[in-house]
């Protein structure tokens, strides 16, 4: 009996000491850190010329209720479109554009772009600091077929654990938007 008392005891506090390594702590220092995103906006050019911003609200972020806002994304085929990723967060009716402190953290995020019925070509155009693909910045090139589709969106979260050759499952996800994609 006071035996099993012992080891009860001792998983007692192994158990306590493990789900307190497992909180993540808050410090103002802290570079993995950022303020949740709820809204997204995709910028398309060509050229010079800006033609379309295509946005995504959620303004309880993830989870709860679901996006108050995705906008369809039309382009056209056989076309080239350099696309530019902004992230923000909207809280108090106060908007905060994150995305220089994204590109600040780049080491630890990468954006993906996941199509769906389509298979035209993205191409990342910007590197974080260690040479790695970040995503903000990317050129699109749609191929020859239209039709409906759709794009997912996702920002990674890869803190200490970000490679060369990423797939978008490798982190967490700071925010993933599908977007409804139409090519005509």
């Not at 993540?24 to 949740?36: G, I, L, Q, R, V």
């Not at 972020?61 to 080239?80: A, F, M, Q, V, Y």
């Not at 106060?94 to 590109?103: A, E, R, Y």
């Not at 589709?149 to 990674?156: A, E, H, Q, R, T």
Request: glycine share 10%.
């Amino acid at each position: 009996m006071m035996l099993k008392k012992f080891i009860i005891g001792i998983l007692s506090v192994a158990l306590s000491v493990s789900a307190l390594s497992c909180k993540k702590a808050s410090m103002a220092n802290n570079e993995s850190e950022h303020p949740s995103i709820n809204r997204v906006e995709m910028l398309f050019k060509q050229g010079a010329n800006t033609i379309a911003t295509i946005v995504a609200e959620d303004p309880d972020g993830d989870g709860g209720n679901p996006p108050s806002r995705i906008d369809n994304i039309n382009l056209e085929i056989n076309k080239t479109y350099d696309v530019e990723v902004k992230f923000f967060n909207i809280s108090n009716g106060v908007s905060k554009d994150i995305t220089p402190l994204i590109l600040q953290q780049g080491k630890q995020h990468e954006v993906f772009f996941i199509l769906t019925g389509f298979g035209f070509t993205i191409e990342k155009k910007d590197k974080d600091d260690s040479g790695f693909p970040l995503g903000l910045l990317s050129q699109w090139r749609t191929g020859t077929v239209g039709g409906k589709g759709s794009i997912l969106v996702k920002l990674m979260h890869k803190p200490l654990i970000k490679g060369p050759n990423d797939d978008a499952f490798k982190g967490h996800s700071d925010v993933a938007i599908s977007f409804p994609l139409n090519l005509n």
